[in-house]
C-alpha cells in the first residue's frame, strides 16, 4: 500500500490547537488570511473585416513586440487572420477594417455594432470606402458584365460605403493601411481611458518636421499634402514624391485652392480628378473637389 499524502500545512505542523472531536480550531490571537481578490477580467477585443485587402489587420499583426503588450492587456476573442480562437460576445472594443459593399456587409454589420461597447474603424476602406468607392462613379452593372461570366449570381450594392454611413462609430483611424504606431496609441488610449493623440494636421506638417523640400514648390511635382491628414511620417515626400492622399483628408482642407495649383503645375482635368479619387475616393471632401473639377467649377 502506497503512503497517504500528507498536506503541506496540517493543522499540527501550523501550531493550530485541536478540538476534542479532530476538528481544528484557529488560535484566538491567529491573523486570518486575507482573502483573495477575484482579477478584473480583461476587456475583449474583436477584430473584423469586411470588403478589404487585410493591410490594416496585419498593421496590427505588424506591431511585433507592442502586440505582446496588448495580448496581455485584453482577451483576443475574435481574429481570424491570427487565430483560430473564438471567445463568443459582446466585446468591449471591436475594430472593424473594410468598407460595405454587399446587403450582407449591412447585417452583419449591424449584428457587430449590436455586440460591441466601442467601435473602431481602421483604415480607408472602413473610413472613407476605400479603392473599391471608385465603383461609386460609375455603372456597376457594367463592371459585373465585363468582370465575371455570370454577374446573376452576384449580391452586392452599387456603392461601396464607409462604416459609418450604417452604423455609429465611435472613432475612426485613417490610413492606407493605418500606421502601426497610431493603431497602437488608440489601443492603449482605449485601455487607459483616455482620448486618442492622434494628429489631424497636414502632411505640409510632417514635412517641416522632418526638414523635407516642399516637393511642388522644389521640383513642381503634383501633390496632395496639403490637403491631407498627417499620419505616415510624410514618407513619399521624403524621397522626392508627390503626396498620394493615403490618409484622407485633413481638418478644413482647402481642396479648391490645391485644385488650382495643381492645374497651374500642369494638370488637366482629367488627371486632377484622377489624383482625388485613389484611396480615399469616397471621402466626403475629396469627392466634392474630384466632382467640382468635373462640372467645370475649378
Not at 482579477?39 to 473584423?48: Q, T
Request: include cysteine; glycine fraction near 8%; hydrophobic fraction near 35%.
Amino acid at each position: 500500500m502506497g503512503d497517504i499524502p500528507i498536506a503541506a500545512s496540517s493543522p499540527a505542523s501550523a501550531g493550530e490547537d485541536t478540538a476534542e472531536h479532530g476538528h481544528p480550531h484557529t488560535h484566538p490571537h491567529a491573523e486570518t488570511p486575507a482573502e483573495a481578490t477575484p482579477a478584473e477580467p480583461k476587456p475583449k477585443l474583436a477584430v473584423w473585416k469586411f470588403a478589404s485587402c487585410d493591410g490594416c489587420q496585419l498593421s496590427l499583426l505588424n506591431c511585433e513586440d507592442e502586440l505582446l503588450q496588448i495580448a496581455d492587456s485584453v482577451t483576443i476573442a475574435y481574429f481570424p487572420e491570427a487565430t483560430r480562437a473564438i471567445v463568443a460576445g459582446p466585446y468591449d472594443l471591436s475594430l472593424v477594417e473594410g468598407s460595405i459593399t454587399t446587403p450582407e456587409d449591412v447585417r452583419r454589420i449591424h449584428e457587430i455594432r449590436e455586440q460591441s461597447a466601442t467601435l473602431v474603424t481602421i483604415g480607408a476602406c472602413a473610413t472613407a470606402g476605400g479603392i473599391q468607392a471608385l465603383r461609386n462613379f460609375a455603372d456597376v452593372d457594367a463592371f459585373r458584365s465585363i468582370v465575371y461570366a455570370h454577374p446573376e449570381y452576384l449580391s452586392t450594392l452599387d456603392t461601396s460605403t464607409p462604416i459609418a454611413s450604417h452604423v455609429d462609430v465611435d472613432y475612426e483611424l485613417r490610413g492606407c493601411p493605418v500606421d502601426k504606431g497610431q493603431l497602437v496609441e488608440v489601443l492603449a488610449a482605449y485601455l487607459n481611458g483616455r482620448k486618442p493623440r492622434i494628429p489631424t494636421y497636414s502632411v505640409c506638417v510632417e514635412c517641416k518636421l522632418k526638414g523635407n523640400l516642399c516637393v511642388p514648390v522644389a521640383t513642381g511635382t503634383p501633390c496632395l499634402g496639403p490637403v491631407t491628414q498627417a499620419g505616415c511620417g510624410a514618407l513619399c515626400p521624403s524621397y522626392g514624391r508627390g503626396c498620394y492622399g493615403c490618409f484622407g483628408p485633413s481638418d478644413s482642407p482647402n481642396t479648391a485652392a490645391l485644385t488650382r495649383q495643381l492645374a497651374e503645375l500642369g494638370m488637366d482635368d482629367r488627371d486632377i480628378v484622377r489624383v482625388y479619387r485613389t484611396f480615399n475616393a469616397g471621402a466626403p471632401e475629396f469627392r466634392a473637389a474630384s466632382e467640382a473639377v468635373e462640372a467645370g467649377a475649378r
